[in-house]
């Protein structure tokens, strides 16, 4: 399976670089020791990666998720639910929820015996990952404007263009291996045009997309990405542009290019590697 053999490959990804960003102890922790380190995501995460899979696989899409109509406040055995339905194991759905009691085995029960919800443990149980059907009229809105942002992109190309979604491509860039999985790749062998494209879905305002790019340490990802097509297409031109998908209504979405040399990669960059080669895995000024 492609998606196995880009888990499995050892290689310098975007989530590693990210988390260094974040703490390079973190990294230290997670990608040189092997240790396990809970990332915690947000309740928001469950439609951002439906999005990515009704755009790029509808096949998986409709094996992995599951639509019912889930009407959940905001008290911790509700905040439980959403955890489960957003894929994690009980044990994490408990420890995400912050619940003081009743205990997990308790709450399961609990959950079992209402009729009303009861299906979400049996989907649960069978792998399946759980939306609401408010969520998959959202989905199903942001993969139209997908198509007519993708489409604005391929009418200005000819008839020689090819598309990959979630492909991996494995490269080395300063004699380091690296790895990244593009939502989209769009290359044009007649013009020599390769046209890398990441989904972000968000739910702030779109026109704030530029501050979500800072925080979120999205500009390494375009880098790195870049880079990497590079390597695959040496001799074609590279463009990078985030696709921005609104989670709310009205499920706006805008294309927007990014450019080399934005932010300071190579700053940062040379910061990893100096890490790397002493094997201290601190903060810039600590190396000093």
Known sequence: MINDDYINKKALSYSALSLFRYNPRLYYIKYILNENYEDKKSLSFRIGSAVDDYITDQSQFLNKYVTIDLKLGTNNKDTFIRYLCQGLSYEEAYRSSEIKRPSLDKLILEIENDPNIASIITYHKEGKVIIGKDELKAIEKMGEDYKRMINTITDKLGFTFETEYQKPVFFEYDNIECKIKPDT????????????????????????????????????????????????????????????????????GKLQRYYLGDYSFNGFWNHFKKCKELNRWEYKDALL
């Open 185 to 252: 790749l769009i290359v044009d062998h007649y013009s020599k045009k390769a046209i890398c494209i990441d989904i972000k879905t968000t739910s702030q305002p779109i026109n704030q997309s530029s501050e979500e790019i800072s925080k979120w340490n999205y500009w390494i990802e375009a880098e790195l990405y870049t880079r990497g097509v590079q390597s695959k297409y040496p001799d074609y031109e590279v463009e990078f542009y985030f696709m921005w998908l609104n989670t709310k209504f009205p499920y706006n």
